[in-house]
């Protein structure tokens, strides 16, 4: 199967944008750890909302190392963010394979 992108878009209160961008940076780097994870970008929504809207995409090697991640170390990864900043941001998440 062809590399496939992991998108988790994510919705920030202002009050904790800078602290969670610092935080996000490393969590990338922790996730790139992980086998199968190859590569990642993170973007910023051009908004005039004062919410900061973030998207990071992963390069996944394959479906079966992503439903690794989601059995194994997805609840703790997750976990980390919550365990931090609460409910003072937002994530949803989506899979994406390539079609040309």
Request: charged residues 25%; contains cysteine; negative net charge.
């Amino acid at each position: 199967m062809s590399l496939i992108i992991y998108e988790v878009n994510l919705k920030i209160e202002p009050e904790i944008a800078s602290e969670f961008v610092a935080w996000l940076k490393q969590h990338v780097r922790d996730m790139l750890q992980i086998p199968g994870f190859k590569s990642a970008e993170i973007f910023q929504e051009e908004s005039n909302e004062p919410i900061l809207q973030l998207c990071v995409k992963y390069h996944v090697g394959s479906r079966e190392e992503l439903e690794d991640y989601f059995k194994i170390l997805a609840p703790s990864m997750r976990a980390q963010g919550i365990e931090k900043f609460g409910q003072l941001f937002k994530a949803s998440r989506r899979i994406l394979y390539a079609i040309a």
